[in-house]
Structure formats: C-alpha cells, structure tokens
C-alpha cells in the first residue's frame, strides 16, 4: 500500500500536449487534482505538480522529473496524460505505461480500475523503455494515457465517468478501497492556499523547489544552499525588501508576483523559431569556435544571442526605437561608437556598416558573441567582479557582458527597457542556462533602486541584458575594457550564424509543409519523344504513372 505519492500532469501550460475534443494538459490537470483529493482523503501523504514555465519540450521533461525526484522518498511517482491518435468516433481506450516489474504491477491494477469503473477499452499495461519520466523518475513510477482526446466515444465515457475513473486511479494506486466523495466539488472552487512556509539556508523540500523555479535558479534540487540564498538576496534586493535571504510572506509575494508577471508574459518568440532558432547556433560553426584565451562557450550563450539578435530583428522590422538605434550607421566616432572604433576590422571582413538597418544591427550582433567570452565566458548568470569595488547600485556589472546600469545615460532608449522587461521578464533564460550553472557569488545583487532591478533583470532576462548593452556599444564603447583594448574578436563565421538566423525570421512562422520520407519521393523524368510531344514519368512513391 502506497503511503506517499507525487503525481504531476503531462507537459504543461506553455508547452501542450495533445488535443482533439479534449485538451490534454487541461484535462490531465483536472484528473490529478481529483485523484490527489481522494488519495489525501484516504490518509496518502500526495504531492502534486503541473508545469506552468516551460516553454521547451526537453525543459518541460527535465522540470517535472526534477520536481519528483525533489521530494522526500516517496513509494510512487505518477504522470497523468491523454493518447492521441486520429480523430475518430469509435472508443480507443485507455492504458497504464511502466518501465519496472514493480511498475507492471501498480500499472496492471491502475488499467484494470479505470476501465472496470468507466468501459473505457482495456488497451492494457505497456512496458516502454523510451521515455523519459518512466526513466528518470527515482521511484516506482506508471504514466496513465487515460484515454484518447481525438476519440469522440471516449470523450463521452470520459466526461461521464469522470469522477469514477479519478476514484479507480486513486485506488489503484494507493492500493485500497477509497469512499466516494460525499458530494461533487462544485468546479472553479479555488484549491486550498498552498502551505507558505518561512525558509532560508538550509532548508530542503518543495517549498524550495517552488523557490528556484520561480527563480529560475538550476538545478531546482530543493536543497536551499548558498547559490539559493544569493539568489534570493538579489531579488530582496531588486523588489525593495531586506535583503536577508529567508522567504517569508513578503518575499513570497514578490515571487507570486514575478512569476505570474512571467506567465502572463510570454517569451516574445515562438517556441518554434526559438527551438528553429537554437538548432541553427547550435550547429553553426561559431558554436565549435574556440574562442582566444577562453576556448569554446557554452551551447547556452551562443543560442541565447542568436536569440536576442532575432527579437532585435523583429523589433527593428516594426520600428521599434532601441532597435532602431542598436542598427543606425557607423556614427564615425571612436569615442563612442563600438562599430566606429572597430571599423578596420568589420572592413576586413567585408561588413560593412555604412547603412543603417538589419545588416549593421547584425555586425553589431556578431561583435558581442565576441564580447561574451571576454567578460563573463559566456555565463548569463555572471556577476560583479568581486575583486573590484564597484558595489553602487548603478556600477556593478552584471550579466553576461559585464554591463552596469549607469550606462543608461548614453542612450535614451535604455531605461524604458528596464520598465518593459520588468513588465514581462521573459527573455530566454532557459536557453542562456543550456551549459551553464550559477557559482555562489553569482546571482547576489548589489544596492538598491533601479541599479539593483537592473541587475537581478541581466541575469533573469539575459535578453534584456543583450539589449541594453548593444545600445551602449554603439554610444559609450568605452564602458567595456575587452574593447577598448580591442580584445574582442569579431569572426565572420559569428555574422554567418547570425545570417541563418535572419532568413528564419524573415521566412517569419509559418510551417513549411511537412516533406514526404525519402522512399516515398518520386522521381520526376521529362522525356521528349517524339519531338512535340512530351511524356511525364514518375517513379516510385504512391502513384506510378507514365
Ligand atoms: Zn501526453
């Protein structure tokens, strides 16, 4: 008999899962809400989770394993989801999947109670070795296909025995006879406010882990060390509270804040042309280059500027006036303009900044993946150099490129970012994060006011960041020491990247249509005989016709 449970909903708000006359995540949801309300009925110690952040299908997959396997030891780990098919009006049915002889079991007897409850079509438990969850997960672990969404006759059975298949799940899986409710829940009721308890240092559990997540703090492991509590102490800082590293009602406020502030955001890309997007940085050779002194970055770095420079691309395309700025014409002053104090090399390479618009906004793109690995590695999460004494709110560097807020000064486009990425903090973190891991001392911020928002934005929006400082380098170059002693190195493999990138966002979102497997492709031959007639062979593929 299971004692302790943690069940989560397959995929998540942001990255969905299948849909036809039902939707997969919103119904998978409900069935875990229900199943957690009658295991806890039955005295099962249930952990619930459902993915709200995750924009990317290998996030989404990492997100739920690792809020499982966050919690204390449990006897099973349970994932909720709906099969997809093809649109269909006959029953299809239902079944359990597991990995372990263990799982078989709770699998077996998880089946056999939804469709003994429902009539649902007993489609049996499945041993399948390829996914993730199954496993990752460090427990016992099934994943329900509780029916199918594009089959009408099971949305029928589903909706109508709802209640009784959440109440054969729980059964099943606590491995006892469960009451039934006393009455329906009437729907929309708000679940109970979570426990919201004081934690700091030390601590472990998901608490914490709703802590990092809303952070954005990996690995979300539940285990508040110093990482967590630098963390912390750089949002206290940014949202204007004390600074003491302990997440009491306050903080949890900010945090309930930010986080809906994320959600109701959106990242300002699709999460096809980021996943499109960070397949081309990804096998550019840029991605491979060893930088000098500093050797190959992490895969995080080079797709995150890919992605910055595309936003700063559409931005442009709609008249944007940052962007419009970042892609103004070499000024012709060394003093300020990083294009103008690097025009010989750009020269050489044949880029030529002579206009304004995309091509210069590009160049100017492919010196700053030269900048990253000369100020922070390529670390979105870099903090202030601590061996400085640069500490001011409004000087201390932060983020990948080292930039600190008094830069704003330089160009009147700057301080309106703060407030738009304040508004929606989206700025594609979890792509910067691919490689890299915060040190102790990296997400701490320092000061208070704007200075402090800032710096707690460079390094939770690394986008922000990249925006802020491609408008500084093109009116206060001498901001950054790497280029004003001309260490940067500019590659035209950097601006080829970012030219792949740039006809992906032109191409703009439209799906191309899917391409036929390779067998199936005909073969066209146009053969001209007798002269004045013509004969059209195709070969192969569906149709053979000559
Ligand atoms: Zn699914």
């Known amino acids: 008999m299971a004692k302790s449970i943690v069940i989560s909903s397959g995929h998540g708000k942001k990255i969905r899962g299948a849909s036809g006359y039902l939707d997969e995540v919103d119904e998978a949801r409900r069935v875990v809400e229900k199943v957690a309300t009658y295991l806890r009925s039955a005295g099962v110690t249930t952990t619930v989770f459902h993915d709200d952040v995750s924009t990317t299908q290998s996030d989404n997959l990492n997100r739920i394993v690792n809020f499982h396997n966050a919690q204390p030891s449990h006897d099973l780990d349970v994932s909720v989801h709906f099969n997809a098919y093809q649109t269909t009006s006959k029953p299809m049915g239902s079944e359990v999947l597991y990995v372990s002889s263990a799982g078989g079991d709770v699998a077996r007897a998880c089946v056999d109670a939804i469709v003994a409850a429902s009539g649902l079509i ?41 209640d009784p298949i959440c109440r054969a799940i729980a059964q099943s899986l606590a491995g006892k006879a469960i009451a039934p409710s ?22 472990t559990g998901p608490a914490v882990v709703e802590v990092q997540t809303v952070l954005g703090i990996v690995p979300a492991d539940g285990d508040f060390g110093s990482i967590t509590e630098g963390g912390v102490k750089g949002f206290q800082r940014a949202t204007g509270l004390g600074a003491d590293g ?42 491979a280059y060893g930088w000098k002194d500093r050797g190959k970055m992490p895969i995080g770095y080079t797709q995150g500027v890919a992605l910055c420079f595309a936003l700063a691309q559409k931005w442009l395309a709609i008249g944007d006036p940052a962007a419009v700025r970042m892609a103004r014409k070499n000024t012709g002053n060394k003093d300020k303009d990083a294009l103008a104090w690097y025009a010989d090399k750009f020269g050489a390479l044949g880029m030529s900044n002579s206009k304004d618009g995309i091509d210069t906004l590009r160049h100017l793109f492919a010196l700053m993946l030269g900048l990253g690995p000369r100020e922070s590695s390529g670390r979105y999460c870099e903090g202030r150099d601590t061996t400085a004494d640069n500490v001011q709110p409004d000087t201390a560097e932060a983020g990948m490129f080292q930039t600190s ?48 928002k800032y710096q707690f934005l460079s390094k939770y929006a690394p986008c922000f960041h990249a925006f802020v400082t491609a408008l500084g380098l093109r009116s206060l170059r001498q901001h950054w020491g790497p280029i004003n002693r001309s260490e940067v190195e500019l590659k035209d493999q950097a601006n080829d990247m970012l030219m792949q990138v740039q006809v992906l966002v032109e191409a703009g979102e439209e799906t191309p249509p899917p391409i036929p497997p390779v067998d199936l492709l005909p073969t066209i031959t146009i053969k001209i005989d007798p002269p004045g007639s013509a004969r059209v ?10």
């Open 122 to 162: 007993n489609r049996g438990p499945k041993k399948r070795t390829d996914l993730k969850f199954l496993n990752s997960c460090d427990e016992v672990s099934v994943l329900i296909e509780t029916c199918f969404v594009d089959s009408k006759a099971d949305e029928g059975i589903y909706e109508s025995k709802f």
């Open 182 to 203: 006393p009455e329906p829940e009437p729907p929309g009721l708000p679940s109970q406010p979570g426990e919201r308890p004081l934690i700091g240092k030390g601590d």
């Open 246 to 287: 302990i997440v009491g009602p306050d903080t949890w406020d900010e945090l309930d804040d930010l986080e809906s502030r994320k959600a109701n955001g959106e990242e300002r890309l699709s999460p096809k042309m980021i996943a499109d997007i960070c397949e081309v940085a990804g096998d550019s050779m840029i991605a």
């Open 405 to 452: 807020w008094n830069v704003r000064s330089s160009d009147s486009t700057i301080a309106p970012l703060l407030a738009e990425f304040w508004e929606n903090p989206n700025g594609f973190l979890m792509e910067f994060q691919e490689g890299v891991k915060p040190d102790a001392n990296d997400l701490d911020n320092f000061g208070t006011g704007d200075g402090a």
């Open 537 to 546: 062979v195709i070969i192969g593929g569906a149709a053979e016709v000559a």
